[in-house]
C-alpha cells in the first residue's frame, strides 16, 4: 500500500495488451478473483482497491469525492505502469470510472465494460444519506445486509462481506458523494470505444433497465443480460462474466480471422473456408480464435520471428504441405528467399540432412512459383 497510489495486483504477461478492472463500492480486488485469472491468459491483468478499501489508503479521497477524483488516481495508476492505452471492465462504482474515462479521455482507453452499473445511481439523495450513516455509525450495520444487496437468497462470498465491513468508513463515504454527484446520461453518445453492457437481470441496485438505457445510448454498445446474477455479477456467476468479456476484449475467431488473413493471403484462408464443413467447422474456429487470436498477436515476438521459429518447427515434424504455405507466409512477414534459405540451412543441423533436404525442395518450389528463387536454393 502507498499514500499516493491505488493498491493493486497485476497478473499476465507484461507484453500483452493491458486490461484494468475497477472494483464495486465495499469491495476489493478480491471481487475479480474468479475472473481475472482467466483474462489474465490473453492480458496484462491489473485489478484495483477504491481508496479505503482493500490495501488502498483511505487518504486517497475525502469528503465531496466524485468520480472523475477516482479516474484520476486510475490515470495515475496505469502512468506509474507504463500504461498509456487499455482496455476496462468495471462493476457499479467502477463501471462508472470506466464510463468517465471513456468521456473524458477517450484517448487512453481501447475499449470498455460496464458490468452492473449505471450512468447514475438514482439521484443524490440516497447516496448523501448513506454517506451521512456511515460517518455516523461506521460500516457494520451495512455489512450486515450486504448479501441482500449483492447477490440472490442463500448466496454468499464471506470474503467480499468482510472487506465490506473493514473498509474505512471515511473514504466509504466518499465514494457515496462521488456516486450522488454523477450523472453522464447527457454525455454517453459521445463514447466512442467499443462497449460492452453486462446486466445482473436480478440486480435491485442498477437492474437491467439502466444497463439498456447506457446500451441504446452509446452508438454500438453491445448488451448481455445474465439470468440468476444480481449485483456483484463477476463473483456470483463468473463463467458467465468471463464468456462476455473474452468476446467483447479478446475478439474470439473475428481478431485471430483478420490476422490470419494477413498472414496466409485471401487466397488461402477462403480456400480453407470454402472446404469447411460441419465437421471441421469447430477446428476452424479453434485454429483462428487461439492459433492466430492469440498466440500470432502476442507482440513478444515479431511476425519474421514467428514465421522462423514455424519454419522450423514444420521441417522437425516433416509437415512439407504446410511448410510450403508458410514459405509464402514468411515472404509475406518480410523474410527474404536468402532468409529462408538460412533457416533451413539451420535445421540441417538440428532437425537432420534429410529432414532439411525435403525442406529446400518444398521451400525451392514455392520460390520459383513466386519468381523469386533467389540464392536459397
Given at each position: 500500500m502507498t499514500d499516493r497510489l491505488l493498491n493493486h495486483r497485476t497478473e499476465g504477461p507484461a507484453t500483452a495488451p493491458p486490461l484494468l478492472l475497477g472494483p464495486s463500492l465495499g469491495t476489493s480486488y478480491a471481487l475479480w478473483d474468479l475472473v481475472a485469472p482467466e483474462l489474465s491468459v490473453t492480458h496484462r491483468v491489473i485489478r484495483w482497491d477504491l481508496p479505503g478499501h482493500g490495501g488502498s489508503a483511505a487518504g486517497l479521497i475525502g469528503p465531496g469525492a466524485t468520480v472523475a477524483d477516482l479516474a484520476a488516481l486510475v490515470l495515475a495508476l496505469a502512468d506509474s505502469l507504463g500504461v498509456d492505452r487499455f482496455a476496462y471492465a468495471g462493476v457499479s462504482l467502477g463501471g462508472a470510472v470506466g464510463l468517465h474515462l471513456a468521456v473524458h479521455h477517450p484517448e487512453r482507453v481501447s475499449s470498455l465494460a460496464v458490468i452492473c452499473s449505471s450512468a447514475h445511481?438514482?439521484?443524490s439523495r440516497p447516496w448523501r444519506e448513506r454517506a451521512e450513516q456511515v460517518r455516523r455509525e461506521g460500516l457494520d450495520a451495512l455489512a450486515e445486509s450486504a448479501d441482500a444487496r449483492w447477490f440472490t437468497d442463500g448466496f454468499t462470498v464471506p470474503e467480499l462481506v468482510r472487506d465490506h465491513r473493514d473498509a474505512d468508513p471515511g473514504a466509504y463515504a466518499a465514494c457515496c458523494d462521488a456516486l450522488a454527484a454523477f450523472d453522464l446520461r447527457d454525455?454517453?453518445?459521445g463514447i466512442r470505444v467499443p462497449t460492452l453492457l453486462v446486466a445482473g437481470r436480478q440486480d435491485p441496485a442498477t437492474p437491467?433497465?439502466?444497463l439498456r438505457e447506457i446500451a441504446d445510448a452509446v452508438p454500438g454498445a453491445a448488451l448481455v443480460e445474465i439470468p440468476g446474477a444480481s449485483h456483484l455479477a463477476p463473483a456470483q456467476c463468473p463463467?458467465?462474466?468471463l464468456t462476455a468479456l473474452r468476446a467483447h476484449f479478446d475478439g474470439g475467431a473475428e481478431r485471430g480471422m483478420e490476422v490470419r488473413?494477413?498472414?496466409l493471403g485471401d487466397t488461402h484462408v477462403d480456400r480453407a473456408q470454402a472446404r469447411q464443413t460441419p465437421f471441421t467447422a469447430r477446428f476452424q474456429d479453434f485454429i483462428s480464435r487461439y492459433a492466430w487470436g492469440e498466440i500470432w498477436t502476442d507482440p513478444t515476438l515479431t511476425r519474421r520471428e514467428r514465421s522462423m521459429?514455424?519454419?522450423?518447427?514444420?521441417v522437425a515434424h516433416g509437415h512439407y504441405d504446410e511448410l510450403a504455405m508458410h514459405v509464402r507466409a514468411a515472404r509475406r512477414n518480410g523474410l527474404t528467399p536468402d532468409e529462408i534459405g538460412a533457416v533451413l540451412l539451420q535445421t540441417a543441423v538440428y532437425c537432420g540432412v534429410p529432414a532439411a533436404n525435403s525442406a529446400f525442395a518444398t521451400a525451392q518450389r514455392v520460390l520459383a512459383e513466386e519468381g523469386e528463387e533467389g540464392s536459397a536454393g
Open positions: 445511481f438514482n439521484g454525455r454517453l453518445d437491467p433497465a439502466h463463467r458467465a462474466v488473413r494477413q498472414v521459429i514455424t519454419l522450423t518447427a514444420l
